[in-house]
């Protein structure tokens, strides 16, 4: 069976209002579509690691900018967005402990960039975009 990857694209309707989590956005929807790449080529499970270990830095790096960006401009959905956060690096360790405990294959690969990305690209749609009118109300 060959897995048909959703490719995630980042549009002006995604803007936060700040430069730097919005490139960060971009950065992780290009992470997530090499992934995609990777299952198109079957090659996925072997570069697994070094995606899973990638993303579980940046994304917690990131979700740390983003939290204090939200808590500096008194952001109404910044409690919203922790737990979602939260609930994002508990899916992440989860397939990570996977990974470690039963080695990378297509399947797992493929798993991890359909649920990851889904919840990555909605969450940004939203949550992250509310972080615009606090930004411009401030």
Known sequence: MTYE???????????????????????LFDSFNKLGEALVRKQASESLNGILERLRFYVQWHFDKEEK?????????????????????KMIDEYYEDFKQNGGTEELAAKIHESLSN????????????????????
């Open 5 to 27: 990857p959703k490719y995630l694209y980042w549009d002006e309707s995604m803007k936060t209002g700040d430069e730097s989590i919005d490139f960060q956005h971009k950065y």
């Open 119 to 138: 919840w990555f690209f909605n969450h940004v749609q939203r949550i992250d975009t509310g972080l615009y009118d606090c930004i411009h109300k401030s």
């Open 69 to 89: 960006c939200m808590s500096e401009h008194h952001c109404a959905i910044g409690e919203k967005n922790q737990k979602a956060h939260a609930v994002f690096i």
